[in-house]
């Protein structure tokens, strides 16, 4: 039932607002975007229409969250200045009341507004900056950005003119809590929203209304305009940049155009692209490569990461440093206590010493990425570590990542895949089987002690990282892991 409405500025349809809290509202007949004011309805301009993606609601979707039946009343569309779009919903609960719901890089949350009062200006705000938002309590400020206005349908809470910008924080908080303030109106009107993390399966979806209308994804194969040679179709919906399997070039996914040109790689990924492999109960798939190296005491290491993707789950990364995997899980900024920088952090109950911290540089990319990756693209990285887990931090300026890196067996992790393990490293493999090479099969002693002085080792790295005594532990290799570029879970 509409709660208020009027006559379209533009072409005199009838506009009806369904939600006391909407100010405005695309009109359904012409798909001018109008306003409510005290005066009647003023016209805004011309929104895009939204080009869904996939995972996209769609106005008029019904589900429950936590329990509240909701309606989606609105869907907005912000383009970020990395590149790339993140999309919000305006979801009306039954009970009358109302959320934004937003989602990026196949991340989701959910907030509210608040009563809070927000002085200080954008300009005052860093990122890492920690701001006591009243009994909500205190958050860390993970992305210092602005979006502009890119699309639009249906009913929204706020003015949002097409193509104009707003400057946003994003931060994280207790207990898996978000928050974001949103500078509207030249930065003079601040909206404190705060919720917390969701999933997308957690909107529990029941009348969709009919199907999305989803964005052309290219299914059928495209040229590289460098070689000629055929693209693959897209893994993720959201890939910007692709790298043609032939000639390297580096291609905007949207337009096609070659963005750059890049070597030839060292070496063939040990995972190919497309793989697909179950991890922690998520269907994967690998739709990215990159090798990153860093400069360390004049020296320089190498490290590659792959990138997987779920259309539901988001991102993961698996990390190859000099022979170890590791699985890494973005964090949210909240949970690291930074107060023993810059010795060291803590996540959970665990102390992480400050291992190393250095500029990580992008040497070359193979496959899909969200964000727009370039070759040469660098970002600040530093490395804790807690035994063989290491936790990162990459900054760009506008934002700093978390990323938390579990080592996973090289034998775990390519029978998840499905593939032929790579081979034993000869350092690893040499004393076993000569020392193991006694005629009736048994284990020699020797190899018992030199198994029990490592179990030994591996003990007092754990015990000493759960403390702020501070040991890097076994944690092997050098590189940085995890997430940079793009942008956080807006
Ligand atoms: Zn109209
Ligand atoms: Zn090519």
Known sequence: MPVAGGKCPNCGAPVEFRSGSSLTKVCDHCGQFVVRTDRGLDNLGRFADVAATEHSLVRGDRGTLGGRGFEVLGHLVL????GGTWEDYHLRFDDGSWSWVSTAQGRWQEVAITRERFARSFDAVRVGDHLHLGAYGEFVVEEASSGTFASAAGELPFVARPGEKMAFLDLSGPDGARASVHFVGGHDARMVFVGRAI?????????RVGDAPVQAVATASIKCRNCGGDLPARLDPNALHVVCPYCNAIADSATHAIIAQQDAARASPWIPLGTQGTLQGVRWTVIGYVERSSVIEGERFRWKEYLLYHRDAGYRWIIEDEGVWRLGTPVAAADVDAAPLPRGVRYGQYYFALRNGSEAVVDRVLGEFYWRVAVGERVAARDYACGPRVLSSEESGTERNWTLADPISERDLFSALGLPAPSVPAAYSAP???????????????????VAVFVLMLLVAYDSCDSDSGSSGLGGGHGSVGVFGGFGGK
């Open 79 to 82: 383009r970020h200045p990395m």
């Open 199 to 207: 999933a997308r399966a957690d909107l529990h979806l029941e009348g």
């Open 432 to 450: 076993f089987r000569d020392a193991g090479s006694s005629s009736d099969g048994s284990i020699p002693t020797a190899v018992w002690v030199v």
